[in-house]
């Protein structure tokens, strides 16, 4: 069993944003006390200030040497997967290949998706799609892929990741369909505000999951 591994995160501002410098100095921070790694929240719309996770960790990036950094949780459907490969993978590079993907399907505040222009009852078939397009536009030479929501046709994305095969992908979530939508697809699991019982409850049958899929 590995030791465990402990994190901090940044999330939303009820407060109002604060200036440039205090993020600087918290990322730094959180390195120098020797934590593992430092994660940014997003929302598109939300009822307190958010910023975008990705542009913010590019900032952080800069600031730091060694921590992790990572998306907790990156909207994957309210985006198109693929510019998300493409800004990830920029990402993975400014980060020195420190990047985690913390993805969710949202929903918790369907305003920003109507915004988007994205049906909220499509977040999950378009995440699970996202996922593997994603991954394949990483990974392979040339991609061709048709699905429900995307399709693309003999594309090549460069640059590749930093990082073998890709940033890991953590699904978030609370929900049964996150739990099994982190045994197909996901590298690690990001529960969202449950209890101590409910995420041991989900940690086994997340475990009985990727035993079924031989993960």
Do not use: N
Not at 14 to 33: H, I, K, N, S, Y
Not at 68 to 93: C, E, F, Q, S, W
């Amino acid at each position: 069993m590995q030791p465990p591994r402990f994190g901090v995160t940044l999330a939303a501002y009820p407060d109002g944003l604060p200036p440039a410098t205090w993020w600087w100095e918290f990322a730094e921070r959180a390195e120098a006390l020797g934590f593992d790694s430092l994660w940014a929240g997003e929302h598109v719309l939300f009822h307190t200030e958010t910023v975008s996770a990705a542009v913010l960790l590019a900032g952080l990036a800069a600031r730091t040497r060694r921590i992790r950094l990572g998306t907790a949780i990156y909207l994957l459907p309210l985006r198109h997967p693929v510019l998300t490969a493409k800004d990830l993978a920029t990402l993975d590079h400014v980060t020195g290949g420190r990047l985690v993907v913390g993805v969710g399907v949202g929903g918790e505040y369907p305003q920003e998706f109507a915004a988007c222009g994205i049906p909220l009852g499509e977040r999950g078939s378009r995440t699970d799609e996202a996922l593997d397009l994603v991954r394949r536009l990483w990974t392979e030479e040339r991609v061709s892929f048709t699905g429900r929501h995307f399709s693309v046709d003999d594309v090549t994305l460069t640059p590749r990741p930093v990082q073998p095969g890709g940033p890991p992908f953590w699904v978030g979530g609370r929900s049964e369909a996150a739990v099994r939508r982190t045994a197909r697809a996901g590298d690690g699991y990001v529960p969202y505000m449950i209890t101590p019982s409910r995420y041991r409850a989900g940690g086994e049958r997340l475990d009985a999951l990727c035993a079924k899929a031989g993960r």
